[in-house]
């Protein structure tokens, strides 16, 4: 891999060690190159909120977009302790691949602010939300660049920076943000969309393994929004959801948990390894699951040179961005373990994400049924593509999809040339 021991460390390293083993299977000019290696332009904001108690604490917040070149920027806005430039910077290069494989017309943008959520008041939060909204929204507007939920945001928080870039314009801008309530111009489906895309990646990979959906066993790392919906779909489709974990551990149960429980006990007892109808297991133990599939729906990096070998799913679907380092890959593939990666397999998410821009430019909203419909139609259209360019190439799903991706993007920027 091209850059080495430091893949392991840096989620950006580990996103141009994944580039610089796709590109070899293309024939790109060297400035083009070079140009996708780097993100367009960062932004760094350092601001004050307001907390309860009157006190004013400095928080630190990024929006990087990485690509313009297939239309305006697309990506989410996460809050966590472990933000770094370096981790959005690699989470907006994903999102342009991710967009590219899946042909949306958007380049790729990640946000974040250094913070634990867990121990904002809900006032807190929305102050730090609006303030976050404001600094950065000299990059952001509905024809320039679109944030939109990821780890730890909300439709909530959606709706207050929607409400916040409104208010400077004096009128409502819906189409600034997605992932918004349904009552203020969210769409429907969207909340469940990434992990309904997860689902539609998992039975179409495990068809191409000639393995039944129905009994399949899976295991999910992180029950967020991914997580939680991947696994009550995958149980409504007949799977057996064998073992879940958050940040703090997880339980499992060979016979199957059921996932509607199992969110209802996460909200009262805001845990999951305490769960009484299973035995609790460590992040460690649930992606050693003995299992089918393994799901890593939770952050970057969790897969790597250190446990890979322990992995006995047949098929990881990366409900995360970024779970599978490239040392990791590497040692999955040897050992026949087929990884869909997350630019194909959580792309469920941003493709809802463009039904809500459209639907909100337009004023005119679509069913749920028409949603879903399209989404699938979507999903297994790039699941197939990514699939037939894995075969043609003899290369892994994550060198097929990348391939695909930056072709679409390279080409995008030879048709628009050099400026000036
Ligand atoms: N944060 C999500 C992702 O990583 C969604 C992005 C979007 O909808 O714009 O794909």
């Not at 305490?274 to 649930?286: A, Q």
Request: charged share 20%.
């Amino acid at each position: 891999m091209g850059t080495g021991q430091v893949t392991e460390a840096n989620p950006y390293d580990m996103a141009l060690a994944q580039y610089d083993g796709a590109v070899k299977h293309l024939a790109l000019k060297r400035g083009i190159e070079d140009y996708l290696r780097v993100p367009k332009r960062e932004l760094t904001v350092n601001f004050p909120v307001r907390m309860d108690d009157h006190t004013v604490k400095i928080f630190t917040g990024y929006r990087v977009h990485h690509s313009t070149a297939r239309g305006p920027t697309k990506g989410g806005i996460r809050y966590h302790p472990g933000v770094t430039l370096d981790e959005v910077r690699a989470l907006a290069m994903w999102m342009t691949w991710k967009c590219a494989v899946l042909n949306l017309p958007y380049g790729g943008a990640k946000g974040g602010v250094v913070c634990d959520p867990k121990r904002l008041s809900l006032q807190e939060l929305e102050n730090l939300t609006r303030r976050y909204a404001t600094e950065i929204s000299v990059l952001m507007s509905p024809e320039g660049d679109i944030p939109a939920p990821d780890v730890n945001t909300t439709p909530q928080i959606m709706a207050w920076i929607m409400d916040t870039y409104s208010m400077h314009r004096g009128y409502p801008v819906p189409a600034v943000v997605t992932g918004k309530p349904v009552p203020v111009g969210g769409s429907l489906g969207r909340a469940e969309a990434t992990g309904r895309g997860v689902m539609v990646s998992t039975r179409e990979a495990l068809a191409q393994l000639n393995l039944p959906l129905r009994g399949a066993r899976v295991a999910v790392q992180g029950f967020g929004n991914v997580g939680s919906v991947s696994a009550g779909l995958l149980h409504a489709a007949g799977a057996r959801v064998v073992a879940v974990s958050d940040s703090r551990g997880g339980t499992r149960h060979p016979e199957g948990l059921d996932p509607r429980a199992l969110v209802r006990h996460k909200r009262e007892s805001g845990r999951l390894d305490d769960y009484p109808g299973g035995e609790s297991i460590t992040n460690e133990g649930l992606l050693a699951s003995d299992c089918d599939v393994l799901i890593p729906a939770a952050l970057e990096q969790q897969i790597t040179a250190a446990n890979a070998e322990r992995v006995r799913a047949r098929l990881v679907v990366e409900g995360a961005n970024g779970p599978t380092t490239p040392e990791a890959d590497a040692i999955l593939a040897a050992r026949g373990v087929l990884v869909v990666p997350d630019i194909l397999a959580n792309a469920g998410g941003v493709v809802v994400s463009y039904f809500e821009w459209v639907q909100d430019l337009q004023a005119f909203f679509w069913s749920e049924e028409e949603i879903n419909e399209r989404l699938e139609r979507l999903m297994v259209r790039a699941f197939l593509e990514v699939g037939a360019t894995a075969r043609d190439k003899g290369v892994d799903l994550r060198t097929a999809a990348l391939v695909r991706a930056i072709e679409r993007v390279a080409e995008a920027i030879m048709i628009l040339g050099i400026y000036p």
